[in-house]
């Protein structure tokens, strides 16, 4: 009997609902193994599986798929869910997932499944799809089929967040019933589409579609657009400020910058033929290279961060443990000077009662003021060594920063000299014909003619810009390094400062209390005399 027959024939038997547990896991695993002809695996990690099929299983609830960090594809189909739960962070990778024919009803419980590119939920009991897929930027395929969506609009308004959706079902729906409606109706309104109810879309079926909604095309444009700006801006923003964080606000959009910082320089070299592909392909090249290098150094940075908060929270438990251990020693002696108070109380008091009260209260003051200066001056040290310690550690965290920097630094200029290598040899045959005695001068354009007329200052902008290029990625390396440097003796010098203050007023702490105790036995003395 297949592994198929024998699921559909156990859920027949089956009348009690089942639970997803390690047994029904490792269960799956031994069936498919020996399914598939594939021995000696039966006892492979949670942490290995990529495929995990749990149809017909009388399921009730999603739970217990814990550790299952490389899972791809994942089928509870068949089953009884009636809410989607217990997908947690675990399932990173998780890009397929079945849950049709089960009851659900609502969307939700996809936030961590950012990889997510098939979903389906055919045939559950879901009458609006408005909330639930935010997360899920990368679905291409939705099968929402055989459900109970009898209104259209709010699904598909909804659905048109997901730029990467290609593949759509939504045959057997009540709102599907006017099928040549309902088809132009989503055609138009999902650009994206590819497929609708496994069809592929007519061309022809486009054009006829945005032609019959283009109003209202139109009227959701005006609404969308402002709150895409928004949303663009906001992300822009919150770029900006990783950027500073980093000490990397220098290479936000530094070559657009530059390049309209110089826009006749780069006007001059962009009136030249053959320029542009080359120039679009450094500027490419560029973005993706600076963004390659922002993503490393922030993260970097955050390690940076992480070392730091850290290293601060080491040291100040050892403050406080140092702090609740001279609490007990004061404790102790206040305890011995209480006893030695109440006897002395009860004594005579005459000289020799002094003398006794004396004899044991010195000692023991001496004693704190020792235990507890002793103590502070060995926290002092262990604190030194461990900010000798981590000195060490940050400047090399930062020093991998600097090579991280100096290799963008490398790379981008040999991506520059490529780039006006390409611009020389075609302002050098331009120029050659330009000036040719048989040149026609119909084939250039009056502003080409003024510029190329214009050999040396031609020459000066190709020149000029290439300089400011690199000076910029100059910059960049040494600005990033400068930040960094700065942050890092910052840092040291201050909490040095304050561990030195800090020590100090300990010690002046100390020296106050062995004075007021010592004020408060000659008091006692004064009061009895």
Not at 7 to 19: C, G, I
Not at 174 to 183: D, G, I, L, M, R
Not at 202 to 209: S, Y
Not at 495 to 513: G, P, Q, S, Y
């Amino acid at each position: 009997m297949s592994y198929f027959k024998s699921l559909v024939k156990r859920k027949a038997d089956t009348v009690d609902p089942n639970v997803i547990n390690d047994e029904s896991i490792r269960e799956y695993i031994k069936k498919y193994n020996a399914e598939n002809k594939i021995y000696g695996m039966d006892d492979m990690p949670f942490s290995e599986i990529v495929e995990l099929k749990l149809s017909f299983s009388n399921i009730l609830k999603i739970q217990n798929l814990r550790g299952l960090v490389k899972l791809r594809k994942l089928c509870l189909d068949n089953n009884i869910i009636a809410k989607i739960e217990g997908l947690g962070e675990e399932l990173v990778s998780l890009e397929w997932l079945d849950l049709s024919f089960n009851n659900i009803s609502v969307v939700e419980g996809l936030d961590n499944l950012e990889s997510l590119t098939d979903l389906s939920l055919f045939h559950n009991r879901i009458k609006v799809v408005d909330s639930g897929l935010d997360k899920c930027e990368k679905l291409n395929l939705l099968s929402l089929g055989d459900n109970l969506i009898s209104d259209r609009e709010p699904t598909i308004s909804y659905l048109r967040k997901l730029r990467h959706l290609q593949v759509l079902k939504l045959e057997g729906n009540p709102t599907c019933q006017e099928h040549e409606a309902y088809k132009l109706y989503v055609i138009a309104h999902l650009s994206g589409l590819k497929y609708l109810d496994y069809i592929l879309i007519d061309e022809a079926d486009v054009v006829k579609a945005k032609e019959e909604h283009r109003e209202d095309l139109q009227n959701r444009e005006n609404q969308e657009r402002p709150a895409e700006e928004v949303e663009k801006r906001q992300a822009e923003l919150l770029k900006h400020e990783q950027l500073e964080e980093a000490f990397l606000g220098n290479t936000d959009n530094a070559l657009g910058n530059l390049l309209e910082e110089y826009k006749e320089e780069y006007r001059k070299i962009k009136l030249l033929p053959d320029v542009q592909i080359p120039d679009e392909n450094f500027q490419e090249k560029f973005k993706i290279a600076t963004t390659n290098f922002q993503n490393k150094i922030m993260k970097m940075n955050e390690v940076r961060l992480q070392m730091i908060n850290k290293f601060k929270h080491s040291v100040k438990k050892a403050e406080d443990d140092n702090e609740a251990e001279d609490i007990r020693n004061i404790g102790v002696y206040e305890k011995v000077e209480k006893q030695v108070i109440r006897t002395y109380d009860m004594s005579d008091q005459d000289e020799a009662a002094d003398e006794a009260l004396k004899d044991v209260i010195n000692p023991e003051l001496k004693k704190l003021e020792h235990v507890l200066i002793d103590k502070e001056m060995q926290l002092v040290e262990r604190i030194n060594e461990s900010i000798d310690r981590f000195e060490k550690s940050l400047k090399a965290c930062v020093d991998g920063i600097k090579d991280e920097t100096k290799g963008y630094q490398e790379e981008m200029n040999k991506e520059i000299d490529l780039f006006i290598a390409e611009v020389e040899k075609v302002k050098e045959e331009q120029l050659k014909q330009f000036f040719a005695e048989n040149a026609n001068m119909e084939n250039y354009t009056q502003e080409q003619r003024e510029v190329y007329t214009d050999k040396e200052g031609l020459n000066s902008a190709v020149t000029l810009l290439s300089e400011e290029i690199k000076n910029m990625i100059f910059n960049i390396e040494e600005e990033t390094n400068k930040f960094y440097d700065e942050e890092m003796e910052n840092f040291i010098t201050t909490f040095k400062e304050e561990r030195h203050d800090r020590n100090r007023n300990h010690i002046r702490e100390v020296m106050e209390l062995v004075k007021e105790k010592r004020e408060k036995i000659e008091l006692t003395l004064e009061q009895a005399g």
